[in-house]
């Protein structure tokens, strides 16, 4: 089975990426604004933000605490409610969909990685990642059990897949976390501090799996602090008072 090419059997859709088309956009960000009302004041966390992600590409947002990272991030992935602006993805106006559109969306089109992993303790790995696919009734029963272990494998995990989150270190459950991200084969992966509670060798080897997945033909979204990301990203941006500048 290819990881990045999988038919869905039930309807015969098939979510590819093609890595020829550089010039297709996955996701675009126009003139976005998000306010938070408050008793002491309106505060205002984005500011006409625009951004626009490629297939294939490795994109990190950069800034201090406070400076809307984590905001932008919620917006594109329909966490939360834009105050003005627009969201596109792959020609489909995000921003349009009502609560239920959206949560169909996300479960068909991202792949969503947080700090602190987000595994659920009972489960063994393997159930960790295939329920991604039960929930979004993709591929078979057979093929979702494949498909996970498969995962594993790629994020370098796959012996340990009948353990429970809490037999295996804090770098292997992100790694768990990214084969979820990917179980139902999302154009965009987007990650919130993914390595925020690892050490610096083990947040270097996410990194790593990061910039495969991107050469694979993944576009990854990653929200960080640490400012060594520019070594696997290919293109940085930074982040400042709710505003974007590229870099």
Known sequence: MDLFEVTQSENSLTSTIDTDQTDYLVLEVRNLYKDYHTPAGVTHALRGVNLKLYPAEFVAIVGKSGAGKSTL??????????TSGEIFFRGEAVHSLSEEQKTKWRGRNLGVVFQFFQLLPTLNLLDNVKIAMDLQHFLTPIERRERALELLDLVGIKEHAFKIPAKISGGQQQRVAIARALANDPALIVADEPTGNLDSHTAAEIFDVFATLAKRGKTVLIVTHD???????????EMIDGMVYEK
């Not at 991030?73 to 834009?82: K, P, W």
């Not at 400012?227 to 941006?237: F, S």
């Open 73 to 82: 991030i919620n917006l594109i992935t329909g966490i939360d409610t834009i």
């Open 227 to 237: 400012r060594g990301i520019e070594k696997w990203a290919t293109r940085k941006v």
